[in-house]
Nanobody
């Protein structure tokens, strides 16, 4: 069992930046991949980015490539999502998730534990 707690969400103007963090506990952090998903109002949850347990492999949705960067620090059991050049369409609840299978990762079926989410709002 893995517990995940997201933080770092907030309100930012278009073109701005935010850095999300996800702290994990309950299982050896370096033994599983991690990812970020988001859900906009009235829409289904969608894949944003993921990273392998070593950090050697990263995956991004086309909509965020070149703007978002995922990273992890296994020493402090935390995964990060640096979001730059934010757009209003990036607005939503961002969820952290843990994957207990080998990647690549690009959908919810790959992930088995979820955090409660953190709200990101980008104003135009």
């Amino acid at each position: 069992q893995v517990q995940l707690v997201e933080s770092g969400g907030g309100v930012v103007e278009a073109g701005g930046s935010l850095k999300l963090s996800c702290a994990a506990s309950g299982r050896k952090f370096s033994s599983f991949g991690t990812g970020w998903f988001r859900q906009a109002p009235g829409k289904e949850r969608e894949f944003v980015s993921a990273i392998s347990w070593t950090g050697a492999n990263t995956y991004y949705a086309d909509s965020v490539k070149g703007r978002f960067t995922i990273s992890r620090d296994n020493a402090v059991n935390t995964v990060y999502l640096q979001m730059n050049n934010l757009k209003p369409e990036d607005t939503g609840i961002y969820y952290c998730a843990a994957a207990f299978v080998v990647g690549p990762y690009d959908s919810e079926k790959d992930f088995g534990s979820w955090g409660q989410g953190t709200q990101v709002t980008v104003s135009s």
